[in-house]
Structures are given as structure tokens and as C-alpha cells.
């Protein structure tokens, strides 16, 4: 009997609309889809681009997931957005939301899905993104660019001088 496919999912969470409830409430929709490997703290930082909004809560979380990226992407991803009421809006890209989940690594793969781009090249230029990822894998060397994200997070240590660590917000209870 052939071994079941694993993959690694690297998730950058987001929310700015009523964060301390939807953040966890995403990470406990992402444990029916695979094994939650790892979760970093969760970090409040400022918006990007439409500065007339609340700050943003951003974590990261490592999942084990028998799904591709593309199926995790259309399937449970975009189930959870939707279920948390994730509003698009086309004409502002940077627009407050209930929740965001993006796929910024996959295994040690190089791919793109619909105009995502894995790697996520905003890795290496947002600290918000990059400090996550660096607590819950520090040794994952960049598919791309051969740098791991502790490095990654420590040559942005400078930009994350706005960043605040929010340890009131807890994404599961440990029993991951």
C-alpha cells in the first residue's frame, strides 16, 4: 500500500475586523483539513496601504495536509474566508477583513495559483509575515533565495519596530 501524500502548508493569517475571534476560530476550521504542526504567536501590527483601519493581528501556521495547494487553496481555504464572511473588494486590495489565509510556502516548492505566487515574495519585504513564520520553522531555507526565515525575519527586524505581540490572543489550546 502506497504511503498517503503529506505536504507542508505554510499559512499567513490576517484579520482586522473583530481579530481576537476570528483568528482562532480559522485555526480550529484549518485542523479538520490536516495536523496543525506548529502555530506562532500572534503579533498586531499596522495596516498596509489603507492606513484608515484598525491594526492587523497576523500568526502563521505549519499544516500537515494530504491536500495539493491548489485544492487547499480553492477547498478549505476558501470555505473558511467565506464562512468567516471575508469581504473582497476589487477596488482596495488592502480593505479591513474578517480574516485572510494565504499559502506563502508549500513543501520546498516553487508554484503559482491563479496570481498567487509561491514562495510569497512579500516574505522577504514584511516583517508581519516573516516573524510568524520565523517562530514556527527558523531553519526552512527559501526555495528561491537560500536564506532561512530566521534570517529573513532578522534582516527585517528593523520594520517590525511597529510590531506588538498580542499574548491575550491564543490561536488553539496546545492540543495540536
Do not use: C
Not at 475571534?21 to 506562532?40: C, E, F, I, Q, Y
Not at 502563521?60 to 495539493?68: I, K, N
Amino acid at each position: 500500500m502506497a504511503e498517503p501524500i503529506v505536504n507542508r502548508a505554510y499559512l499567513a493569517l490576517g484579520s482586522n475586523i473583530r481579530p481576537e475571534d476570528n483568528l482562532p476560530a480559522a485555526a480550529r476550521k484549518l485542523t479538520r483539513h490536516g495536523r496543525v504542526l506548529a502555530v506562532s504567536r500572534v503579533w498586531e501590527f499596522p495596516p498596509v496601504g489603507d492606513t484608515a483601519q484598525a491594526n492587523y493581528l497576523n500568526t502563521a501556521v505549519l499544516l500537515e495536509t494530504p491536500l495539493s495547494a491548489g485544492e487547499l487553496r480553492h477547498g478549505p481555504i476558501a470555505e473558511i474566508e467565506r464562512t468567516l464572511h471575508r469581504i473582497r473588494d476589487p477596488k482596495n486590495k488592502n480593505a479591513p477583513r474578517t480574516i485572510d489565509i494565504d499559502i506563502v510556502l508549500f513543501n520546498r516548492e516553487i508554484l503559482r495559483i491563479g496570481h498567487r505566487q509561491i514562495p510569497d515574495p512579500e516574505i522577504l519585504k514584511r516583517a508581519f509575515i516573516a516573524i510568524p513564520l520565523s517562530e514556527i520553522d527558523p531553519g526552512y531555507l527559501h526555495p528561491e533565495h537560500g536564506v532561512t526565515l530566521k534570517e529573513i525575519a532578522q534582516a527585517l527586524q528593523a520594520s517590525a519596530a511597529t510590531m506588538k505581540l498580542r499574548p491575550d490572543v491564543l490561536l488553539l489550546d496546545g492540543t495540536f
